[in-house]
């Protein structure tokens, strides 16, 4: 607070913060969450949160103006990168392509407005809380929301989901993509579960492509 004259320790011998190592939720453990879960509302978002992989701020502010039914996409504007597309307007948002999962759970929302009306007003450290005195009554530890980040990248790089299409995704950017591909160009992403059973159903050899390191 300034009240000494000189700094007890410098901040370069402040011990080093070491952060617990994170993980992706396994299948299995979303199972069994979503299998426990009495209210519809609160289970169509974690698995929403397991299909897409995106943030559980975004997910719980999807609205019905998100989803174009005809051509069967999903585009919103992830709340992290709003500064980035102000700054750059030719930055836009990816267009995720659902598949017949993604779809029933959205059949199962409200057509009109926010999917999901009542988590979207609650405070994101709430939705964390919720989640995760969920998982410790199921004993499931080492998870939490941003779990489903990791356990969609995970499962992308299992079905050797192309690199471009699971950054795209996750809304991360890389300068070895925008050296591939145009800035401004609307890139259109396929279902990661359609995905996954073309590579089950052998219908997509995933020994002729290249891995993601």
């Known amino acids: 607070m300034g009240w000494l004259p000189w700094p007890i320790l410098r901040k370069k011998q402040f011990p080093k913060v070491r952060f617990k190592p994170k993980r ?52 919103y504007n992830r709340k992290k990168m709003l500064q980035r597309m102000q700054e750059n307007p030719n ?7 659902y598949g017949k999962k993604i779809e029933a759970v959205l059949k199962g929302r409200p057509s009109k407005g926010p999917l999901f009306p009542h988590l979207c007003t609650v405070r994101s450290s709430d939705r964390a809380t919720e989640f995760k005195q969920r998982c410790r009554g199921l004993g499931i530890h080492g998870v939490t929301l941003h779990s489903y980040r990791y356990g969609w990248a995970e499962r992308a790089r299992k079905a050797y989901y192309p690199q471009r299409c699971a950054q795209e995704n996750l809304g991360q950017q890389s300068p070895a993509v925008h050296r591939a591909y145009a800035k401004n160009a609307a890139v259109t992403i396929p279902s990661l579960d359609e995905w996954e059973e073309l590579v089950a159903n052998k219908i997509v050899d995933i020994h002729q492509m290249p891995k993601v390191a």
């Open 91 to 97: 930055l836009k948002p990816p267009m995720i392509k």
């Open 24 to 75: 992706g939720i396994t299948e299995h453990e979303h199972r069994r969450i979503i299998g426990r879960e009495i209210n519809p509302e609160r289970r169509d978002f974690y698995e929403l949160c397991w299909l897409l992989g995106g943030s559980q701020g975004d997910i719980a502010g999807l609205t019905d103006e998100d989803i174009d039914w005809s051509d069967r996409l999903i585009c």
